[in-house]
């Protein structure tokens, strides 16, 4: 689904996904927060370079590559809000567009419920260019989704495995 919101002269497409993972919320915090091993988990994943040593915390930074429709691209990605074991807030910066993704866990009957919202945050656009991106926004959204979805299934199989 995409949503939009306008606040302040920008408009934000959101995209949120679901899932339910029968591990414990512990075992599915330490996949997502497992940055080193990030490209075994995650099938699109392709590289991770560190930009900050130490722990998954705040401020920390890194480089990731992913395969998306058959081509690669790296961003450089930094936790920028984070609540052990409940949530995690991923920012980015590409073209003028801020990207975040937003990781929320809530432990459920033994298991993990994951709701993970994407935005992009980018200036209004008016005329052609509008119309434009509003029908890239319907595109990129869906591919988004899918993305997501499938990372979700990696995090799931291994969070489960570790169970």
């Known amino acids: 689904m995409l949503l939009q919101a306008r606040r302040d002269q920008l408009v934000r497409n959101i995209v949120e996904v679901e899932k339910f993972v029968n591990s414990p919320i512990g075992n599915v915090w330490r ?10 988990i995650l099938s699109s994943v392709t590289r991770v370079e560190r930009l900050t040593e130490g722990s998954f915390r705040v401020g920390m930074r890194w480089r990731e590559t ?7 691209a790296t961003e450089e990605m930094w936790v920028s809000a984070m609540e052990v074991p409940g949530r995690i807030v991923i920012t980015s910066e590409d073209g003028g567009v801020r990207y975040v993704s937003e990781i929320h866990l809530t432990e459920v009957n033994g298991g993990t419920d994951v709701v993970y919202t994407f935005s992009a945050e980018l200036p209004e656009l008016h005329g052609l260019r509008k119309l434009v991106s509003n029908t890239l926004g319907y595109l990129g959204a869906a591919i988004t989704k899918r993305m997501i979805s499938q990372d979700l299934d990696d995090i799931a199989r291994a969070a489960t495995a570790a169970h």
């Open 31 to 40: 996949v997502i927060t497992d940055l080193d091993h990030s490209p075994q």
């Open 66 to 72: 992913r395969k998306l429709l058959g081509k690669e």
